[in-house]
Structure formats: C-alpha cells, structure tokens
C-alpha cells in the first residue's frame, strides 16, 4: 500500500496567516493526488483534484502543488471559514489511501 | 444536483453483518463515466477506503477488508449497497457513501467529488 503522510497533525494560525500542509507519499504517485476538507458533522468536501487543480466552487486562496512523492496544500490568507481537518489521497494504486490529516485552528 | 444518502442501523452487534444503502438522487448512478464507493472514518481516526462498485458490478475492495466486505449496485433504485460482516468495536465508525470519477473524461475526476452526509455505526451489545 502507498503510505500518505502529512504535516504537521495540526496547527494554529491567524486569520489572514498563509497556512501551508505538506503531504508525502510512500513511492512516486506523479500528480495522482487529492485534497479534502473535513468540518465535524459534514462530509468532506473535494478542495483539489490532480495535485493542482481547484474544484468545483472552492475559493481561490486554496491551491496545491507538487509531483512524485511531495505535495502542497496552501491557503493564501486564512479565513474562520476554513477550520477544518484535511486530508490529501492518493489515486495512483489500490488500495486508495488518505493521509492522516491535519487539524487547522485559529489562533 | 447529485445527492447521496445513506440509510442504515446505527447500532450493530459484535459477529453481527452491517448493511447500509447508499441512495443517488440527481443523477444516475449507471453513468460510464462514475464509480461508487464507500469510505469510513473511525472516532478520532481518519479516513479509509472500504471499496467502490461500477455500475456493472466491478467491485475494487481494500484488502485489509476484503475478506469481510460485499458492495453491491441496484441500478433499478439508483442505489449501492455496503456488507460487513463479523463486526467489531473496530469497525465504529462514520460511514461515508461518494462518487468517483474514472479519470476518462476531463469532468469525470479521478476524486470523490459528491459525498454522503455519513451515518454513525456503533458496534455494541
């Protein structure tokens, strides 16, 4: 299986704070890779598709980067809208795997 | 606008089968361009990948489930469905329903694009 590990598990920012989220994998995965944000008691909402690729109704401050085994997520300027946990998913073998999370608080 | 739906027991027994039904709504879950599948995220834990079905019954399934795990599709209700059996504390859990895109065309991502609200699913006696 393709192990995804993120960093950190959790932090805390300023609203307005550039807030960035890396994810590794385990083995070259190219740009096969997903972002999600999870809010409690909600399903978790696709944030980017194919490493860099904003989905559908997400506000641009998000973006992501990244190939082959390292990967980015990035908010330009932090929101309270935006505390949530996410997770970044690799489609590149079976089984699917997700990272571990990470948990964005406000400061 | 597609709209999942699971349906199922919030509480099950240990050794008991869990089924959950997953109902599409918005769309048709026969599209060639879709897979459907069921992911689940334990208290305090993050998420996994159960499995996912096509529209023709082609089923991919986690093989650290495999052996416990059945989906199933009933394109005549626009629905899937979720077994697992010989249940255990382990298996509590949200248990999400969401659509996969297959890659081919340029709309259909290959992300989960369309999710469930989830149901919780407690295993206790």
């Known amino acids: 299986d393709i192990q995804m590990t993120q960093s950190p598990s959790s932090l805390s920012a300023s609203v307005g704070d550039r807030v960035t989220i890396t994810c590794q994998a385990s083995q070259d995965i190219s740009n096969y890779l997903n972002w999600y944000q999870h809010k409690p008691g909600k399903a978790p909402k696709l944030l980017i598709y194919?490493?860099?690729n904003l989905g559908a109704g997400v506000p641009s401050r998000f973006s992501g980067s990244g190939s082959g085994t390292d990967f980015t997520l990035t908010i330009s300027s932090l929101q309270p809208e935006d505390i949530a946990t996410y997770y970044c998913q690799q489609y590149d073998n079976l089984p699917l795997t997700f990272g571990g999370g990470t948990k964005v608080e406000i400061k | 606008q597609l709209q999942l739906q699971e349906s199922g027991p919030g509480l099950v027994k240990p050794s008991e089968t869990l089924s959950l039904t997953c109902s599409v709504s918005g769309g048709s879950i026969s599209s060639r361009n879709y897979y459907w599948g069921w992911i689940r995220q334990p208290p305090g834990k993050g998420l996994e990948w159960i499995g996912t079905i096509f529209y023709s019954g082609s089923t991919y399934y986690n093989p650290s489930l495999k052996s416990r795990v059945t989906i199933s599709v009933d394109t005549s209700k626009n629905q899937f469905s979720l077994k697992l059996n010989s249940m255990t504390a382990a298996d509590t859990a949200v248990y999400y329903c969401?659509?996969?895109?297959?890659?081919?065309?340029?709309?259909?991502?290959?992300?989960?694009?369309?999710w469930g609200q989830g149901t919780l699913v407690t295993v206790s006696s």
């Open positions: 194919d490493a860099s």
């Open positions: 969401a659509r996969l895109g297959d890659g081919v065309v340029v709309a259909a991502t290959q992300a989960f694009d369309y």
